[in-house]
């Protein structure tokens, strides 16, 4: 039994059915995800528990930040140039998205943080 890029779980058809509702609901998830983790980091700092918030949250919120830019692009490419694409291959291809720039994040956030504070330092 191989893997198809057209199966999500059971939920294909609905998926495909209704594109535009994968694309709203995506970037919908992205912007409420990116508030939620904000007001968690809020109370994290508030109780003073810092290292969750320079571990876990922080690098999470900048994951989600440089995905909503970086994933526009294929999402236009894909969904408007290619229009016979399916709503379950856009969500495979932002998990994909997400998923490496969620490494690349988590993996060099001390350089990250260090060029953002350079930055804005100016």
Same mark, same amino acid.
């Not at 700092?45 to 294929?74: E, M, Q, Y």
């Given at each position: ?7 999500f779980?059971?939920?294909? #058809?609905? @998926?495909?059915? &209704? ?8 970037? /919908?998830? =992205? @912007?409420?995800?990116?508030?939620? *983790?904000?007001?968690? !980091? ?6 003073? %528990?810092? /290292?969750?918030?320079? &571990? *876990?949250i !922080?690098?999470?919120?900048? #994951?989600? %930040?440089?995905? $909503?830019v970086? !994933?526009? %692009?294929?999402? %236009?490419? $894909?969904? $408007?140039? /290619? #229009?016979n @694409?399916?709503?379950?291959? *856009?969500?495979?291809? +932002? @998990?994909?998205?997400?998923?490496? =720039?969620?490494?690349?994040?988590? #993996?060099?956030?001390?350089?990250i943080?260090? +060029? !953002?504070? &350079? +930055?804005?330092?100016?």
């Amino acid at each position: 039994m191989g893997f198809n890029f057209n199966q999500f779980f059971g939920y294909e #058809s609905g @998926i495909n059915q &209704h594109p535009e509702q994968v694309l709203m609901y995506g970037f /919908a998830a =992205i @912007i409420f995800g990116v508030l939620g *983790l904000t007001f968690v !980091a809020f109370i994290l700092r508030k109780i003073k %528990l810092i /290292a969750v918030i320079d &571990h *876990l949250i !922080a690098p999470l919120i900048i #994951s989600l %930040l440089v995905c $909503l830019v970086v !994933a526009i %692009l294929p999402t %236009l490419i $894909l969904y $408007l140039l /290619a #229009s016979n @694409i399916s709503g379950v291959k *856009l969500i495979y291809c +932002w @998990i994909t998205i997400f998923t490496g =720039i969620t490494f690349f994040c988590f #993996s060099n956030y001390q350089t990250i943080k260090n +060029w !953002a504070n &350079h +930055w804005t330092r100016k």
